[in-house]
Every structure is written in structure tokens, then in C-alpha cells.
């Protein structure tokens, strides 16, 4: 099933707006009060966090929707 999240960027960084179940069940059941207006290096691996900010800030550089595969095991 397809993961959406949505990220609203503000000074430099990346907070959650709003996601879908796939993505609720991925961060282990969170409902949106817990998650929502979190940062995204709050939310992914530390590792993830370069490699996601890139690709989110190519989103705003080119107004273009992300759309990427990744097989996310756990």
C-alpha cells in the first residue's frame, strides 16, 4: 500500500502536516495528534534525514510532486 505523507517546510525545516493510514501503521500506530507538526528528523532515522531533505527540497525548488519507491522493512 502506498505511504503519503505531507511536510510543510518552514525555516529550513520539514514539519508532518498530514498522512495516510500506511504511514500511521509505519510509525507504529500513531494517531495524527501525536505525529502531526512533528519535525521530519524527529520522525525518520537519523541516517534518512539528509537523503529525504534533498529530495523534499528538490520538491520546492522545482514545484513538483515527490514520488519515490522504497521498500521499508520492520
Known sequence: SDFLSV????DGD????????TAAKNQ???????????KLRD?????QVEELSRRYEKCI???SILNFEENIEG
Request: glycine residues 12%.
Open 7 to 10: 511536510y510543510r517546510y518552514i
Open 14 to 21: 520539514f514539519y508532518l502536516e498530514s498522512f495516510n493510514q
Open 28 to 38: 507504529g500506530g500513531l494517531g495524527h495528534p501525536r505525529l502531526i507538526g512533528k
Open 43 to 47: 520522525l525518520v532515522d537519523p541516517a
Open 61 to 63: 525548488k522545482t514545484n
